[in-house]
């Protein structure tokens, strides 16, 4: 059976930091809680607690809370009112669609003196004749019963008429206690049934796969196998339609047989579920020949670039921006690379050669993106043309004009300033040679006529 524990109080109780020693209010609703307990030591200031919805057979272990005011354990097994004295400060209980038919022990909570309201509805106790005189005459302090308030003359007239109800009261208990005891033993011959029959398909499933030998294991295991997948699911559905279609009374044994029911097969389909996840053949990343496949299971989109002027390789994966760095795992080899991304594999074959041991991997923080960068194993020189000085001479036209097309430059000289050819420079810049460009500039000319003081022009070379 499923009890309160610790982590569960503790991951209900958010809202006060999951501190538990503290805790004022809890909703423990729909948690399938079989057995209350621990709830008196862990949270000793609860003023509210809801327990709704799950399996409780009996009131227990919340006598402690002194502070308690409002306890709602409506639909659930509970078969009659106890332990609930300690709870002085009790205002509100709410026991809607429970099996209480012993109506006397409410007389259990004349010592909650603060109990203002007292919800029945839906309990057997509920179509006894003299049901809500009882009640009003036993419970002076009540206000409201069910949801109806309680006047004056109606409690006057109730204990004017109590010794007569109570005698009425109890004859009907007696006769709906007998009822319970065949209900809860022909409940134990349903399960008693149901377990052998559970024995009985067990045993002959074991029988089915058995064969004599192992040959006849080795020839008839898939043909076996999709017999029985087939024989199993005919035979539970089958068990479906009877179980749900067999008529049963409303009882707490039916709703706990109901729901172990329900759990049991819900865990059936997860061991299948988890079976198939075991059995699924692992991804082919290298053929048997060797071959090097490209692989993306995650499905995920990436792009690789070129990038030559690096003699690189970028590849871009558009991993999930929030996946933890942690499940990642880049193996960089010579001919692809491989990415896990949560156990999943994204391999891809790369054009040419790389260097795994150059290469690097980083996230992107804008993206999240996972960036490899791997540097080609082939080496390329390029070769950086340089920029002639003689450019800064152009006119604008020119320099325009090759920008624009990105043609081979030529050398345009203004023919207004240069109409001829200077035969007297010639020699002149020979002494030049290896240093630089060609600089028709006038001032230069003069300062070489300066260092060579020997030399006579002659106008006949």
Not at 215 to 234: I, P
Not at 318 to 327: G, I, P, Q
Not at 352 to 357: C, H, I
Request: with cysteine; charged share 35%; proline share 3%.
């Amino acid at each position: 059976f499923l009890s309160v524990t610790e982590d569960l109080v503790r991951r209900r109780a958010e809202h006060n930091n999951c501190e538990i020693f503290s805790l004022e209010e809890i909703a423990l609703h729909q948690q399938e809680i079989e057995k209350l307990e621990y709830l008196d030591k862990w949270c000793r200031d609860l003023k509210i607690l809801y327990l709704q919805n799950n399996l409780i057979p009996k009131i227990e272990n919340v006598g402690k809370l002194k502070k308690l005011e409002y306890l709602n354990v409506a639909l659930n097994n509970i078969e009659r009112i106890e332990n609930l004295e300690g709870c002085e400060e009790l205002h509100k209980l709410d026991l809607t669609a429970n099996f209480i038919g012993e109506l006397s022990s409410i007389e259990t909570l004349k010592y909650n003196i603060h109990l203002k309201e007292l919800f029945l509805v839906g309990n057997p106790c509920t179509e006894f004749e003299g049901y809500r005189q009882f009640v009003v005459a036993t419970l002076h302090q009540l206000k409201c019963l069910d949801s109806k308030e309680i006047e004056r003359s109606e409690r006057i007239q109730a204990l004017q008429n109590y010794t007569e109800v109570k005698q009425k009261i109890r004859e009907q208990e007696q006769a709906y206690l007998l009822k319970r005891a065949k209900e809860k033993e022909e409940a134990q011959r349903r399960m008693q049934e149901r377990k052998d029959k559970k024995q009985n398909q067990i045993a002959s499933k074991f029988e089915f796969d058995s064969p004599d030998s192992l040959q006849d294991k080795e020839n008839h295991q898939a043909e076996g196998e999709r017999k029985q997948e087939t024989w199993t699911t005919v035979e539970d559905d089958e068990e479906d339609r009877r179980f749900w279609e067999e008529p049963t009374p409303y009882t707490p044994e039916s709703r706990l047989e109901a729901h172990r029911y329900i759990e049991e097969k819900r865990r059936a389909k997860d061991n299948i579920r988890e079976s198939k996840k075991r059995e699924k053949p692992l991804w082919t990343l290298v053929t048997a020949e060797g071959k090097v496949l490209n692989v993306n299971v995650p499905k995920l989109h990436f792009s690789l670039k070129d990038d030559e002027e690096n003699n690189q390789f970028i590849l871009d994966l558009a991993v999930y921006r929030h996946l933890d760095t942690s499940l990642l795992e880049v193996d960089v080899q010579t001919t692809y690379i491989r990415v896990l991304v949560k156990g999943k594999p994204f391999q891809l074959v790369l054009p040419e050669e790389v260097k795994p041991d150059s290469s690097s991997a980083k996230r992107s923080q804008t993206t999240g993106h996972l960036v490899v960068s791997m540097p080609k194993a082939k080496e390329v020189i390029l070769t950086k043309q340089k920029v002639s000085t003689s450019r800064k001479h152009f006119d604008s036209n020119t320099l325009q004009k090759n920008a624009r097309s990105r043609q081979v430059e030529k050398l345009e000289v203004d023919p207004s300033k240069y109409s001829f050819p200077d035969v007297t420079k010639i020699i002149q810049e020979k002494e030049r040679i290896g240093q630089g460009p060609i600089r028709l500039q006038p001032e230069k000319i003069t300062e070489t006529k300066k260092s060579y003081v020997s030399f006579e022009n002659d106008e006949d070379v």
